[in-house]
């Protein structure tokens, strides 16, 4: 018996989680879900909004399923991520017929974003550049010292051998996997290391080092402003792609674009020892209530959750009946052309199980 704690966020997120998780009971799968306080619920109850008790719960648990959070349920992302350390955050874009992509020809759209998920920008130091002062730091570009040029704020961009090292090793496994199922296997890194040599430059390097224990993967590598010109001209040249953080995460939004927006976007952030998932949008606030977000991606996260816990055989399913939905082109949601709502594109999804 799996153990999944479900943690339903807020906003809109609720709406798209409680169907889906519903959806994923009735596969009668030897899975024990479980619902921990967090959040707003939890500060009313437990006086805290991530109480010891949702800790435990999740330590105890084989993965999370997590919705999106506005803030009162970012403590429990902020442990699932920093304190699971669950590095690898991996974001499929796959086009399936029947969603609505803008581009002429989506067809052959079928890649994986693999972000590096726990440094670079988001380590979050950031502050006052006058507490920079007695480090002295000079501007190559700018010619003069940073505290020359002004008040201001500055933010700090860390790059290590290890993390970049072993998300590097992730993707390379990845690309093999992929390349069983019958993907090229190939890998593409992404980095600004013409202006950011000692940063950007870094995670090149290492990743390029690290991918040379691949012998069998193939590995390109692009400035990231190039890249993203190659994302949007030739989406379909592309099969794993690693990035760093910040990149990750914006790069990863304009591939979901591509195939057809945020709501058909999953996430699965991937560590040594635990493993949670997640839509990649967020709380959807002004649909609140309306029972009309998209539970696609959380559909699809809850997929991804179910592969990574080894029910791979309900996991090809469920992907199945959702491709069917789509290619039908009946009861989609609204944000997909049509007028279904969140539990009426469910409940055409589970006809078709």
Request: glycine content about 8%; charged content about 20%.
């Amino acid at each position: 018996m799996k153990r999944v704690v479900v943690i339903e966020g807020e906003d809109a997120s609720p709406e798209a989680v409680r169907p889906v998780v519903e959806l994923l009971r009735s596969l009668e799968l030897a899975i024990s879900w479980e619902f921990p306080p967090i959040g707003a619920a939890a500060r009313a109850s437990h006086g805290s909004l991530f109480p010891q008790e949702a800790r435990d719960a999740i330590d105890a648990s084989d993965s999370t399923l997590f919705g999106s959070t506005s803030g009162p349920s970012g403590p429990a992302l902020m442990y699932l991520r920093w304190g699971k350390q669950t590095y690898a955050n991996v974001r499929p874009a796959r086009w399936t017929p029947g969603c609505a992509s803008p581009l002429k020809d989506p067809s052959g759209i079928d890649f994986v974003i693999v972000r590096e998920n726990l440094e670079d920008m988001y380590v979050r130091v950031e502050g006052d550049l006058e507490t920079l002062r007695p480090l002295d730091l000079r501007s190559p570009t700018a010619g003069r010292a940073v505290n020359d040029m002004g008040p201001g704020r500055f933010a700090l961009k860390v790059i290590t051998e290890e993390a970049t090292a072993r998300v590097t090793r992730f993707a390379c496994e990845l690309a093999r996997t992929r390349r069983a199922q019958g993907h090229p296997g190939h890998l593409t890194i992404g980095t600004k290391h013409n202006m950011l040599p000692a940063s950007d430059g870094y995670f090149r390097e290492v990743a390029l080092a690290t991918a040379r224990e691949f012998p069998d993967v193939a590995v390109e590598s692009f400035i990231i402003d190039d890249f993203a010109r190659r994302l949007i001209a030739e989406p379909q040249a592309l099969d794993v792609v690693l990035l760093p953080n910040l990149y990750g995460d914006v790069m990863s939004d304009a591939a979901a674009g591509l195939i057809g927006g945020l709501g058909l976007a999953p996430s699965g952030c991937y560590g040594d020892d635990y493993a949670y998932f997640e839509s990649a949008h967020g709380t959807a606030p002004d649909i609140a209530g309306q029972n009309s977000i998209n539970p696609t991606a959380t559909l699809l996260s809850g997929v991804m959750m179910l592969e990574h816990l080894g029910f791979a055989d309900a996991a090809s399913r469920l992907r199945r009946a959702v491709d069917e939905v789509y290619t039908s082109g009946l009861s989609l949601t609204i944000d997909q052309g049509g007028t279904a709502s969140t539990t009426a594109f469910l409940d055409a999804v589970a006809a078709r199980l």
